[in-house]
């Protein structure tokens, strides 16, 4: 039987609190400025990764069925796809900007070209 | 041999939630295009306010606290229902409504005054993708809350069957999915906007 | 009350009045012909009410097969403009007409045949070739067609009620925004689309679900036939790359119908961001649809060849290779949109190193040929012709991954050239090979083989008369979707040979017609009647009696002497598919049994379950029809009235128990019995 066997209340628990706790610490983290540009960006992200996957193993048990493990597999080539999408459109839109930056004074800066 | 019907109770279940959960996979990536057009319009604010302008962070925060409560009083739902435990699973259930109502009015009333200031979703860029990115999963969440009502309202009528338990399941797979992706809307929208 | 739609939505010219009149007689046609032979019951109760995917399968067929004529009358008005509209003429068409006509015709070959076809082909084969009785959800593939027919429906009826897009098949901004294009054909465009397209979406979830769930026992993914491998690939692409296309849409209709400012070109939005995720999801999309070709080939060639697949673990890895790789490729659709040298580079790369697997795949398919007893049907002679046609479009494509050469035909007729060689010479091919290979499946008798090959012929001379002075005509700088140019060009003749080539391959369309009327006409005896013949003259024999030309058939309940499971079942198909499920014990399951000849053991039947007809799927497409209709035309309470519709019928949906029916262990041991008599 494909039963997931893990869905219990400690589980939920644990999740809840682990949640309050995350959404806590980066709400404290970003509206006091613990960090500062890139590095709170960073922080953010680390943190609501963290919530994120709590939340996906806690509450939506991932990873706890038993074989075939399609929702697993499922749920990583989706994961694929949006690192993929995500990414490479802001490398690319950034990219596209970069070239058509107004003012031409940034794109001028970075490639020493003075007048 | 098992009879006819476990066996296709058994595999109607597992056929049913391993769908549900590639649909929700799909609605990931739905989700992942607008945060992506979020991000490449985040700046652009044609001279208009930004996040930092725009949001009220206790706000947000008391947002944020309701819906992780109500996708972790579901999961109770769930297991009290499991269980066997009716009144109990309809008593949780009760409260996942009521806080997704509370979600949800606080959301619009956040949309309401963006728009009698002026700054709806035709001010700028940022604020177009800010409008679709958040008001999409509002959406979402109320579709889930009509949802719940039709849910609750099938076991109300026909008791806790293999069919409405099935769809608990559903429900509650795509009422925790909500709050995975708030939490990132929370992060990438709010948090970083006031950064 | 009625939104913007008023008088003028219905003003016509020559062109669309001509259109109208043709779709106007056909519909009339089918209407006199139910109506005379008493069919619409028929027509509702086996038809549109069933949620049996081999009916579905035929649905989606038809749909497609109207849908590629709208498409190839479009063809033919391009290719004459292209040819009259030279210097002082000014052709038949006006510009804005021409316009909408090829963003008509791409949108329509695109989205209604080739994926009608990738649909059909799923829905026929899938159930029957992984041993299973349905698909995982059967209502909601039903409500998947009807959503799909529902689409074909929106842009045939912008011929009689307003107008199409005229911003091509993908309808970039800004000029699909409400600044350059105020009327209603991008909105009919965006609804057409985005209707389909939920259809499509909820088909690779299911189908999806049903190839990993509802296999036989004893087939582990390894030995699954190489067309469901194919399918599967081409449904992990439909399932992560659509929720792109929903999305993208949904954001062009937003500052459309609600004013934002996500494309435009002011107050903050960001055309070139459509241009990305359009492209995120369409350059999977191409490949959604060439996967399942792949597929069919793979089927054709090894059953022709009487051999069985060549290196069979290389092709499943060609597959996925291609399912990665085509997620990594798309920034080479706008290579000139102005990313700079390395982003460029990256995608460049990327798109070359994505021909490795297709070569692969095209050279196993070669191997299996070698050494086997090579059989020049119809269905293989599509092989053939796609081997050499899609090989040297596929090469053009690798000619333009280079983002230096790209820059140079870049929307010229080169890439049209190129892109037209691998869906006719690829997917087109390959549909027509799968359906004349199949159509015995489902219809008990062979189609005719010189008619075929006379289409063949056909379809492949005429492709290359259409397209080869395409390749030319790019590369002399001519651009796409060019509706006037000036004689001293040099380009006419180029052109009048292209349109020699439409015509050629409409003698094609022509004999594919006449070969399923003259087939059906004089089909070959039922296949119940050949095994009848032929067990007479197994008896004349054993009892030393002659036995005269016509009672020597070949056994006809296997046509082509298959090698997979969808072959096993005797004509006709039952509406439950297998009386007992199949246990599988190796890749090629009924090639191994026909050779061991095991002896079956008196069938264990069970009670087979099986979902009730229901209307329900075709009144949620009813409903999103009216969303649709009034979203396109300001009808705003149209609108609510069809989203309250589908909500509605879903809730009824979900709320009745009793969707299933049975057929008992006896009833089906009676069935099977009776099948076995009338043979």
């Not at chain 1, 939340?55 to 694929?80: C, D, S």
């Not at chain 1, 690192?83 to 459109?89: A, F, Q, R």
């Not at chain 2, 985040?42 to 208009?48: A, K, S």
């Not at chain 3, 090894?302 to 290779?321: C, D, E, H, N, P």
Request: with cysteine; proline share 3%.
């Amino acid at each position: 039987m494909n039963k997931e066997s893990h869905s219990s209340l400690s589980s939920y628990l644990l999740g809840f609190m682990l949640s309050l706790l995350l959404t806590g610490t980066v709400y404290i983290v970003a509206t006091r400025h613990l960090f500062d540009g890139g590095g709170l960006v960073l922080v953010i992200m680390i943190l609501a990764l963290a919530q994120a996957l709590t939340q996906l193993m806690l509450f939506l048990h991932l990873g706890q069925e038993t074989k075939p493990r399609w929702k697993l597999g499922v749920f990583l080539f989706m994961l694929m796809v949006l690192l993929i999408l995500v990414g490479g459109s802001l490398w690319i839109m950034q990219n596209l900007n970069y070239n058509m930056a107004m003012p031409a004074t940034d794109t001028m800066k970075d490639e020493r070209i003075y007048r | 041999m098992n009879s006819l019907a476990s066996d296709q109770v058994m595999t109607k279940n597992d056929k049913t939630v391993l769908g549900f959960w590639i649909y929700l996979m799909t609605d990931v990536i739905l989700f992942a295009t607008l945060f992506a057009t979020y991000a490449v319009l985040r700046n652009n604010t044609f001279g208009g306010p930004s996040g930092k302008d725009l949001f009220n962070m206790p706000f947000v925060l008391t947002e944020t606290l309701i819906l992780l409560t109500s996708s972790f009083v579901c999961g109770l739902s769930v297991l009290a229902a499991r269980r066997g435990s009716k009144n109990q699973a309809q008593m949780w259930l009760s409260l996942t409504f009521l806080l997704g109502m509370v979600f949800i009015l606080m959301e619009i009333s956040e949309f309401h005054r963006l728009i009698v200031d002026g700054n709806s979703w035709q001010r700028s860029g940022f604020l177009s993708a800010f409008f679709t990115l958040v008001g999409t999963h509002g959406a979402h969440i109320t579709v889930g809350l009509i949802w719940l009502v039709v849910l609750r309202w099938q076991m109300f009528t026909k008791g806790f069957t293999d069919s409405t338990l099935r769809r608990l399941t559903l429900f509650s797979l795509f009422w925790h999915f909500l709050d995975v992706v708030w939490i990132f809307i929370f992060s990438i929208v709010y948090l970083m906007g006031v950064a | 009350m009625f939104g913007r739609l008023d008088l003028s939505a219905f003003q016509h010219n020559i062109i669309t009045l001509g259109g109208i009149a043709t779709m106007g007689i056909a519909v009339v046609g089918i209407i006199a012909s139910l109506t005379y032979f008493k069919r619409w019951k028929w027509l509702w109760e086996e038809w549109l009410t069933s949620l049996d995917p081999k009916k579905i399968g035929v649905m989606y067929l038809i749909v497609a097969a109207v849908m590629l004529l709208r498409g190839g009358g479009d063809a033919l008005l391009i290719r004459m403009q292209q040819v009259l509209s030279v210097g002082d003429s000014k052709g038949l068409l006006s510009t804005d007409q021409f316009q909408q006509i090829f963003s008509a015709h791409g949108t329509i070959m695109i989205f209604f045949v080739a994926m009608g076809a990738i649909f059909a082909l799923m829905n026929l084969l899938v159930p029957l070739m992984i041993g299973s009785r349905d698909v995982a959800f059967p209502f909601l593939n039903a409500t998947s067609f009807w959503l799909f027919a529902t689409g074909a429906v929106l842009v045939n009826l912008s011929l009689a009620v307003g107008e199409f897009g005229a911003a091509g098949w993908l309808s970039y901004p800004p000029l699909s925004e409400l600044t350059y294009s105020p009327g209603v054909g991008i909105d009919y465009w965006i609804w057409t689309l985005q209707i389909a397209g939920v259809g499509s979406l909820l088909s690779g979830i299911n189908f999806l679900t049903t190839i990993l769930t509802m296999r036989a026992p004893g087939m582990t993914l390894m030995r699954m036939p190489l067309f469901i491998w194919s399918v599967l690939g081409s449904l992990a692409l439909i399932i992560f790359a659509f929720p792109i296309l929903t999305a993208t849409l949904a954001l062009l209709s937003l500052d459309r119908l609600l004013g934002m400012h996500i494309f435009t070109s002011e107050m903050g939005g960001n055309p070139m961001m459509y241009v990305n995720l359009i492209w995120a999801w369409g350059h999977p999309e191409v490949y959604i649809l060439i996967l399942p070709a792949f597929g069919v080939f793979s089927e054709v060639v090894a059953t022709f060849s009487q051999k069985r697949l060549f290196g069979y673990t290389s092709m499943v890895w060609a597959i996925w290779a291609i399912v990665l790789l085509s997620f990594l490729v798309w920034l080479h659709h706008f290579f000139t949109m102005g990313a700079g040298g390395d982003v460029n580079a990256f995608f460049g790369i990327m798109t070359m190193i994505i021909a490795v697997p297709t070569g692969v795949k095209v050279f196993n398919w070669l191997f299996t040929m070698y050494r086997g007893r090579v059989h020049f049907t119809t269905p293989m002679m599509w092989f053939l012709g796609f081997v050499m046609t899609f090989t040297v479009g596929g090469m053009a494509g690798v000619l333009m991954s280079v983002p230096a050469v790209d820059f140079q035909i870049h929307n010229s007729l080169f890439l049209v050239a190129h892109f037209h060689t691998m869906i006719v010479g690829g997917v087109l091919f390959g549909a027509f090979a799968g359906f004349s290979y199949w159509f015995p499946r489902f219809t008990g008798f062979r189609l005719n083989e010189t008619l075929g090959k006379f289409a063949f012929w056909c379809w492949q001379i005429g492709f290359l008369l259409a397209f080869g002075p395409l390749y030319i005509l790019g590369m002399m700088g001519a651009t796409r979707r060019l509706d006037h140019y000036d004689p001293s060009m040099g380009w006419r003749w180029l052109f009048v040979v292209a349109g020699s080539g439409v015509l050629v391959i409409g003698a094609g369309v022509g004999f594919q017609i006449l070969q399923i009327v003259v087939s059906v006409w004089q089909r070959q005896p039922s296949w119940q009647k050949v095994d009848r013949l032929l067990r007479i003259s197994k008896i004349k024999k054993a009892l030393g009696l002659s036995v005269t030309e016509n009672q020597k058939v070949e056994p006809a309940s296997d046509p082509w002497n298959g090698r997979t499971l969808e072959w096993s079942i005797s004509y006709p198909l039952p509406v439950y598919n297998f009386a007992v499920i199949p246990k599988v014990e190796g890749r090629d399951p009924f090639w191994v049994a026909k050779q061991t000849k095991v002896q079956p053991a008196k069938p264990a039947y069970e009670d087979i379950e099986l979902p009730k007809n229901t209307p329900i799927g075709l009144f949620i497409a009813g409903g999103a029809f009216l969303f649709g209709f009034g979203l396109i035309w300001h009808i705003w309470w149209l609108a609510t009235v069809g989203l309250i519709g589908v909500i509605a019928l879903i809730t009824i949906r979900m709320s009745d128990d009793n969707t299933d029916y049975i057929i008992t262990a006896a009833e089906v041991e009676n069935l099977e019995a009776q099948r076995r008599r009338s043979a």
